[in-house]
């Protein structure tokens, strides 16, 4: 498989883009002004404790209060407990109100929710995360050679720095060497000593730690062996991403190169494209098929249509090949738009046990390449495909767009002929409760066009029924749905 990163840079925000065979599966954006806050570290302070909720609310200088679980609070473990993991605590014997807490930053600010905290520190460097109150080393679940994986953790506990704390080796640490490893944990301890000396000298409600910048960021993540090119449009950006490889992986160094072509970098792949295309409800499948997908605040659907596809052999077999292609689509639409959460994916029913075991199966091939943990629940009786996906960061679509002013985000507004009614009621209310001369609406051209035409008669009803003549004007900044009855 060929994979390709693009990086493009403008003065107020930086685009990376992952291709693999030249289609792009995932897209990361950050803005000057709205940096993604997973994995920063804070010096907050507890505003309010609540046990009924088993959480508290704690200050960090954000424009919304954070939320803490009592979950996500690092404790020592009672030397009684059992093997697994210790009972939960009650908050208010973790967390006082006025407290300070060193915290991080698990998921973004989503919608009207604040940002998700843990004290469970954890520090990523290019072959390791680092977790101080940890213990142990694991190894990621991707790494499926169990040799190699006894190996690395081998190498891992020879080479630990730091006595306290546990490592997790990470899936670019396949092909680390000990010495490589060694030096990403001395990275490490430094950058964790760095944070505690740096707490004692901050305020409450203060930014102690930072995560790298996305371009930096996504080489960190992603710049793996299977990587064959990483394409950059900014000579500065370059130049810092090749600062960072020669500190961490001195060998992928060449492999950042800088584009200077007259036509954008994101045009010349054909990603401009592909982002107007993931912010559609709808997507083709090549069959003829599509899906629609929908976001909601509580989780995500989609909806599998055969389309003008008829297949060439019969119902059933037309109804499996268009829920495959649909399967491999939507794992990719899923990280191409950044969903997570609970997703629903209602398939094309089918009556094959065999088919429905093999679409399942095609389904979880297709999400294996997914860096997001994601979980199939498998079908429920109504033959819906029940999955999650871990939501750390903004979706795609709530990061580019906003609600609609008009319909504020319902997705339609109501019909002129609707409007048309309501102005009427407001018309009997306002003359009984006032005195006038005469009645002025005003409102859409849409709704005075039709007022004036195809309601005419209701009108002139209207006008005989309060006795008052009643004028029409129409507001061309107006919305379908805004109108005023005026008294005059």
Same mark, same amino acid.
């Given at each position: 498989m060929s994979r390709?990163?693009?990086?493009n ?5 930086t /685009?990376?883009a992952?291709?693999?065979n030249?289609?792009?599966?995932e897209?990361h954006?950050?803005?000057a ?5 997973v994995g ?5 302070q ?11 609310f ?20 009672p030397a ?7 009972p939960?605590?009650?908050?208010a014997?973790?967390v006082?109100q006025g407290d ?7 998921k ?5 929710k604040?940002a ?6 954890s ?18 679940a991707?790494i499926e050679?169990?040799a190699?994986?006894?190996?690395? /953790?081998?190498?891992?506990?020879e ?9 997790i080796?990470?899936t ?5 060497t000990a010495p490589a490893?060694r030096?990403d944990?001395l990275y ?12 004692l000298?901050?305020p409450?409600c203060?930014?102690?730690h930072?995560d790298?910048p996305?371009?930096?960021?996504v080489?960190?993540?992603e710049l ?7 394409l950059?449009?900014s ?11 020669a500190a961490f992986? &001195? ?6 190169e800088?584009?200077?072509g007259?036509?954008?970098?994101f045009?010349?792949h054909?990603?401009?494209?592909e ?28 909806d599998v249509?055969t ?6 052999r019969?119902l059933?077999?037309?109804i499996f ?13 899923l990280?191409?738009?950044n ?6 994916a ?7 046990t065999?088919h ?11 999400l294996?390449?997914d ?6 629940a ?5 033959g819906?495909?029940e999955m ?6 903004e ?5 580019l767009?906003? &609600? ?17 009614h ?6 009997l ?7 006038v001369?005469t009645l002025?609406?005003?409102?859409h &051209?849409?709704?005075v ?10 009108l ?5 029924q309060?006795?008052r &003549? ?5 507001e061309?900044l ?5 109108y005023?009855?005026?008294?005059a």
């Amino acid at each position: 498989m060929s994979r390709e990163i693009l990086v493009n840079v403008t003065p107020r925000e930086t /685009r990376a883009a992952l291709l693999e065979n030249g289609a792009v599966q995932e897209l990361h954006v950050e803005r000057a002004g709205r940096r993604g806050l997973v994995g920063n570290i804070y010096l907050g302070q507890v505003s309010r404790v609540l046990p009924g909720m088993q959480a508290a609310f704690i200050e960090v200088g954000l424009e919304r209060t954070a939320f803490l679980h009592a979950a996500d609070i690092a404790r020592a473990v009672p030397a009684e407990a059992e093997a697994g993991a210790p009972p939960l605590r009650d908050i208010a014997e973790l967390v006082t109100q006025g407290d300070q807490i060193l915290v991080q930053v698990l998921k973004d600010p989503l919608g009207t929710k604040g940002a998700r905290l843990s004290t469970f520190m954890s520090l990523p460097s290019r072959f390791l995360v680092y977790m101080p109150q940890g213990s142990g080393v694991g190894v990621s679940a991707r790494i499926e050679d169990e040799a190699l994986r006894a190996q690395l /953790r081998e190498q891992v506990r020879e080479s630990a720095v730091d006595a306290a704390g546990g490592y997790i080796v990470r899936t670019a640490a396949a092909s680390a060497t000990a010495p490589a490893l060694r030096a990403d944990m001395l990275y490490l301890s430094r950058l964790w000593e760095h944070v505690k000396q740096t707490r004692l000298k901050v305020p409450t409600c203060t930014l102690v730690h930072e995560d790298l910048p996305l371009a930096v960021r996504v080489l960190r993540d992603e710049l793996g062996p299977d990587v064959g090119q990483v394409l950059v449009d900014s000579p500065v950006e370059q130049q810092r991403m090749r600062e960072f490889c020669a500190a961490f992986m &001195p060998e992928a160094a060449a492999r950042i190169e800088l584009y200077p072509g007259p036509r954008p970098l994101f045009d010349l792949h054909g990603i401009e494209d592909e982002i107007a295309r993931a912010l559609e409800r709808k997507v083709g499948l090549k069959s003829g098929g599509y899906i629609v997908i929908d976001q909601t605040e509580s989780m995500t659907t989609i909806d599998v249509n055969t389309g003008s596809y008829v297949g060439y052999r019969n119902l059933e077999e037309t109804i499996f090949r268009t829920n495959l292609e649909a399967a491999v689509a939507i794992a990719r639409q899923l990280r191409l738009r950044n969903l997570g959460g609970i997703i629903i994916a209602d398939f094309i029913d089918m009556a094959d046990t065999a088919h429905r075991e093999q679409l399942l199966e095609a389904l979880r091939t297709a999400l294996s390449g997914d860096r997001a943990q994601t979980h199939i629940a498998g079908v429920s009786e109504l033959g819906l495909v029940e999955m999650t996906r871990k939501r750390t960061r903004e979706s795609l679509e709530h990061l580019l767009c906003e &609600p609609c002013p008009t319909c504020q985000g319902r997705g339609f507004v109501k019909s002129v002929e609707t409007v048309c009614h309501e102005i009427y009621r407001e018309v009997l209310r306002q003359t009984r409760q006032f005195r006038v001369e005469t009645l002025m609406i005003l409102a859409h &051209p849409e709704v005075v066009e039709r007022m004036a035409d195809e309601e005419a008669p209701a009108l002139a009803d209207m006008e005989l029924q309060v006795g008052r &003549p009643i004028r029409l004007q129409a507001e061309a900044l107006y919305a379908v749905d805004q109108y005023d009855v005026v008294l005059a």
